[in-house]
C-alpha cells in the first residue's frame, strides 16, 4: 500500500507507540487510546460507518468515537507508517489485512478474532 499525498489515509503508530487515523495534510482524524504490547500477536479491527469510528482488539471494544469524515474510494490507504514522516515504519509484522465497503458490526468483529 503506497504513500500517498495529500487526502490520502494513514493508519498509523505515533512515535508515542498510539495507533491513529490520519488524513493527509489535516492531521489526525482518530486517536484510539491504543498501544501496541510488544511481541504479542492480536487482532486489530478498525469500523466507520460514516458517523462513528470504532477499533477493536481481539473482538472487543477498546475505542468509539463520533467522527464526520469524508473518506472517498480514490485516496490511497496506508497501513504501518507514520502519516507525517515518510521515513518512520511500523517495525513487525502486519500478517492479514480485509477490507470491506461497510462498517463491520460487533458480532463479525467476535467471529474474525
Do not use: W
Not at 62 to 91: A, P
Amino acid at each position: 500500500m503506497g504513500i500517498g499525498g495529500c487526502g490520502g489515509v494513514a493508519v498509523t503508530i505515533k512515535k508515542e507507540g498510539d495507533i491513529a487515523i490520519v488524513k493527509r495534510c489535516e492531521g489526525t482524524v482518530f486517536e484510539t487510546g491504543y498501544y501496541l504490547p510488544v511481541k504479542t500477536f492480536i487482532h486489530l479491527v478498525l469500523t466507520y460507518d460514516g458517523n462513528n469510528m470504532s477499533f477493536y482488539e481481539n473482538g472487543k471494544i477498546v475505542n468509539t468515537q463520533r467522527k464526520l469524515v469524508s473518506f472517498t474510494n480514490h485516496q490511497t490507504l496506508d497501513i504501518g507508517y507514520n502519516g507525517s514522516q515518510n521515513s518512520e515504519f511500523f517495525s513487525g509484522e502486519i500478517e492479514f489485512v480485509q477490507i470491506y465497503r461497510q462498517a463491520i458490526s460487533q458480532a463479525v468483529c467476535d467471529s474474525l478474532s
